[in-house]
């Protein structure tokens, strides 16, 4: 399986900075998916990161708070902007070879915003 | 929408067997089945293509009944290994391709 390189681990932000994740796959991959968890909750995804053009956002999410670039088939960032405290989440890159496949997950980004 | 998960939790003893359910109201095209345990990212465990397709992996199995739009996963002769959140995604039909998550199953085996 895609082994899955997320950038950073964890990380403490002030309130109204914005935080950049990384996520670099060792293969190319067809699907690129960013998700959201908070403590205690179920996975929700926030878009689908499309290389090449505009990420594709889940109801509730929005490009200017969560803007992703998708510059080709193994690499992806997301962008966590203007933060709140209701922001502090994990947030996880995941990726798929094509539907087919196992999707698999980054360990994740452990985000605390004060 | 949210594929609906049963049970919330489970308390097992190690040796025992569980079931868990995971059932969606649209047409799916497969079925993730996901491990996390507490402060780890969620780890795959098998994937159910539409085709009503069982698969085994040790002593964890699964099923997939696409006319039932649900999918079921087995755990056998449970280890204290086993305890964690289980999760499944579902996709659906046509061009979609994104997984939704159900709420998470908790299972927790004791010695």
């Known amino acids: 399986s895609a082994v899955i390189s997320q950038k950073p681990s964890r990380d403490i932000c002030q309130r109204g900075t914005s935080l950049t994740i990384q996520c670099q796959v060792d293969?190319?991959?067809?699907?690129m998916f960013w998700y959201r968890q908070q403590p205690g909750q179920s996975l929700t995804l926030i878009a689908t990161?499309?290389?090449?053009?505009?990420?594709?956002?889940e109801s509730g999410f929005v490009i200017d708070k969560f803007p992703i670039s998708r510059p080709n088939l193994t690499f992806s960032t997301l962008t966590v902007s203007n933060m709140s405290p209701e922001d502090s989440s994990i947030y996880l890159c995941s990726v798929r070879a094509d539907p087919n496949q196992p999707q698999h997950f980054g360990d994740g980004t452990r985000l605390s915003i004060l | 929408q949210q594929p609906v998960q049963s049970p919330q939790a489970v308390i097992l003893r190690e040796g025992e067997d569980a079931v868990i359910n995971c059932s969606s109201s649209k047409a799916l095209y497969s079925v993730h089945w996901y491990r996390q345990k507490h402060g780890e990212a969620p780890v795959f465990l098998m994937i159910?293509?539409?085709?009503?397709e069982q698969k085994g992996h040790e002593k964890i199995s699964a099923s997939f009944n696409e006319k039932k739009q649900q999918s079921s996963l087995y755990l056998t002769a449970s280890q204290l290994s086993y305890s964690g959140t289980y999760f499944c995604?579902?996709?659906?039909?046509?061009?979609?391709?994104?997984?939704?998550f159900g709420s998470g199953t908790q299972l927790t085996v004791l010695p």
């Open positions: 990161a499309n290389q090449g053009s505009e990420a594709t956002y």
């Open positions: 995604g579902t996709a659906p039909g046509g061009s979609a391709r994104q997984l939704t």
């Open positions: 159910l293509l539409k085709g009503g």
């Open positions: 293969s190319q991959v067809t699907m």
